[in-house]
């Protein structure tokens, strides 16, 4: 059986090269970004105004001027004016920019203006006040944002201020999700004593949805040959497979033996881990890579959190993939030499340390108690008590 880090490092190996499609950067939001955007041109390209008021040559000031006439008024969106005379002024608006022959901005709050004239009640005045001067955030040329990056509405700002109307991003794999089992009905009908809703399709496709993904959602009942010719289909059309149920080895479980025959590679079965021990993967050639996930609600959702999404972003190119941690906030044991996800509570301390209470629930089958979760701790397997204070990996899916 493989470890949990053995697990990850054999399925992020098999991540996909980064393939690019371009978007309209309306549609863009949440994923990835696939260039490097450059500033074209300085930012901000003038000396911009950042208050109401009007513009001045600091000289005059400096001198003992107090009373300016205003010679015209300089808008935001109008071409840049000169000043004419040094002892006058020109009024500005914020974001316009600042004329040429000024050099300072005074606050209408700091004025008494009477007859085309500017007071300047103050004497706490300093030359460039008030202005924002060209290229101080970025140069022309300058990288602003490198690829690999999730593109969020500041990322969307910033490509819009570039010009961008298209934006190259990582393309999302063709993605399929399926369930399997006699004992799942669908969300809309009445489930007989001995069957449930099927659940854990849902859970996947919002997991994936973060990362802009539609999955196909697709059930396949316990019939071996079925569930044969029901892969074949979906290898023929998918990038991205992902089973839940049938993969351990009951009488019933015949995802494993379809897959195999489907000429699907099988690279490992079964993680010492607890939940999603049953846990399998493997890869049909170059064209697709499949997960197949115990059925139990808990171990599917471990699953997907600690190993598709991390497969996903490395897949989609993105750069920044840190692994937050957490501390417990009391001592817990568990006694199987296995890695152990617990459910817990989060909450913030004092110190801004993220703390983990457990909320340990009734097994990989209870559903309810990720409800009350935040995410996972990961419990390393040499180990079989973890003290309060104690720092391990989290993987949060609030």
Known sequence: MLTVAQA???????????????????????????????????????????????????????????????????????????????????????????????????????????????????????????????????RQGDLIIAAGRKIGPAEMATAATLGKAEIAVARLPRTAIVSTGDELVEVHQTPLPHQIRRSNVYAIQAALAEWKIEADAFHFYDDEAAIQKGIQDILAQYELVILSGAVSEGKFDFVPKALAAAGVQQLFHKVSQRPGKPFWFGVFGTKAVLFALPGNPVSAFVCTYRYILPWLQQSLGLKDRPVQTATLTRELDFKPDLSYFVPVKLDNGSAGIIRATPLEGHGSGDLANLNDADGFLELPKERSHFSAGEAFPLYCYR
């Open 8 to 138: 990850e490092a054999t399925i992020l190996q098999h991540a996909f090269p980064l393939r690019i499609e371009q978007v309209p950067l309306s549609k863009s939001l949440g994923h990835i970004l696939a260039e490097d955007l450059f500033a074209d041109r300085d930012f901000p390209p003038f000396d911009r105004v950042t208050m109401d008021g009007i513009a001045i040559n600091f000289n005059e000031f400096a001198a003992g001027n107090r009373h300016f006439p205003i010679e015209a008024v300089q808008a935001a969106g109008t071409a840049q004016l000169t000043l004419r005379q040094t002892q006058n002024c020109l009024e500005v608006m914020t974001g316009a920019p600042l004329p040429l022959g000024t050099d300072t901005v005074i606050r209408y709050e700091d004025l008494l203006i009477e007859n085309g004239i500017a007071k300047i009640n103050i004497e706490a005045i300093t030359k460039r006040q008030n202005i924002h001067p060209q290229a101080i955030d970025r």
